[in-house]
């Protein structure tokens, strides 16, 4: 690869396939994508189920896809919107990259510090055998925290930047959790843009 993805960066992390471009978008495009989608997306807060308990999910977020199909995790079920012509843009340009097409984005909004992800991994059924997810990072770097399921030892932690691309791909639903913690600092907005291909 040339230009600015020359600098794809390998996690090298046992019983996974992750890719870090922290240079996808320069600053001005990624700025360009965050203030329309933070503007003209109908962000929704949904009630979720976890363990038997349900409560207000910790962030605000919506569903496009391009084939009518719904995706669903903690008991919610969620149906597409038609892609924007910005999704579209974005998603052009990581199928670029990834040489896939992928069907459906799940974006997520955090508001603020307290807005966060707990530790899961990406592995509904709809999302086939070895999921491939790529998420685009626009406004506020956040740090992205993985852990091993099996060997506890194993975590690394990551700062997405904005305008950042991160790829999970191969047996890394399987193996690993993720998240993006809470945090204390005084932070602004980030929308985090999921790609994924619903079967």
Not at 2 to 30: C, K, R, T
Request: charged letters at 25%.
């Amino acid at each position: 690869m040339n230009g600015l993805f020359s600098d794809e960066i390998h996690l090298n992390l046992p019983d996974s396939d992750i890719i870090y471009y922290p240079n996808f978008m320069d600053q001005e495009e990624a700025d360009g994508y965050f203030n329309v989608l933070r503007k003209e997306t109908p962000w929704q807060q949904d009630d979720i189920t976890v363990f038997g308990k349900t409560y207000a999910q910790p962030r605000l977020t919506a569903l496009y896809g391009n084939n009518g199909k719904p995706y669903s995790y903690s008991n919610l079920i969620m149906k597409p919107y038609a892609f924007t012509a910005e999704l579209l843009g974005v998603k052009k340009k990581v199928e670029k990259i990834t040489n896939l097409t992928f069907t459906t984005c799940l974006l997520n909004l955090y508001r603020n510090g307290q807005d966060s992800n707990g530790w899961h991994a990406d592995n509904e059924k709809e999302l086939g055998e070895n999921p491939i997810i790529a998420s685009v990072t626009l406004g506020q770097e956040r740090f992205f925290h993985l852990k091993h399921r099996e060997n506890k030892s194993l975590k690394k932690k990551i700062l997405l930047k904005h305008g950042s691309l991160l790829i999970m791909k191969g047996s890394t639903q399987k193996h690993w959790l993720h998240q993006i913690p809470k945090t204390a600092k005084d932070v602004d907005e980030r929308i985090n843009l999921t790609f994924r291909i619903v079967i």
